[in-house]
């Protein structure tokens, strides 16, 4: 029995750079992708947006890779998310089954879009997190604003806290690419199915929707937030105004006195 291993390891990963020191042979290279057969029976799979995914590989295997691809990655995590997957290649045909799916051999286009999808499966749960603590946050703010009647945050951090939290929301839909399909899986009738059934097992489809539903949610917060703090300089400007004309009426009041 073979298995397939993805984990989340980083943030981002620096794959132009890391090709030019990593040389297996390539099987399939974008600026998003690399896919690599490192041995008869072997492959890795890296992708710019944090996540390597290893077939038959062992553990002590996979912690020295990912020492050598350290030095290219971006904002690495402390807990890294994995996920596996059995795959049999003594089979007679396809049958795919909950965590495992049986072949007839080893192919290297079909354990790519394996690869692929367990490591979209890792992704969904990265980014899951990643939505859960900006819905949380501005949860919590909200809350704050429907018992006081306001954010409780200044000006400047409140500027903070809207800049932060489109820089996570606007890393999470720069990466949301990676759940098209690929190419070949529309000229393929047998890996367009492959990729049908692999998408229903790991639930890609629900999963990817629940985070854009969530992101929509934050999004519109933000644009509270943002009319909010408008608001707030707004009313600070007009008491300028006020404090201003007020001032030149009692000049104008004393110079009339005296």
Known sequence: MHKVSSFQIADSIDIKAFKTVFTPELLYS???????????????????????????????????????????????????????????VTASRYKLGYNKIELPGIDANVLRLIMLNVSQSVALDHYSQLTNILLEETNYHTQILEQKGSLGLSGGNLKKYIGRTLNIKNRITANLYIFDS???????EDLNKLDVGLKRTFDLKDRFRTILEGLAIVKENLDLFKDILQHRNSTRLEWVIIILIMVEVLNLFIEKLF
């Open 30 to 88: 974008d600026s998003d992708e690399l896919f690599y057969k490192t041995d008869a029976d072997a492959f890795i799979y890296v992708f710019k947006f944090g996540i390597v995914s290893f077939f038959n590989y062992n553990e002590l295997q996979i912690a020295h890779f990912i020492e050598v691809i350290n030095p290219y990655c971006k904002n690495k995590l402390a807990d890294r998310l994995t996920e596996d997957f059995e795959i049999d």
């Open 182 to 188: 690929p190419d070949e899986t529309w000229e393929d």
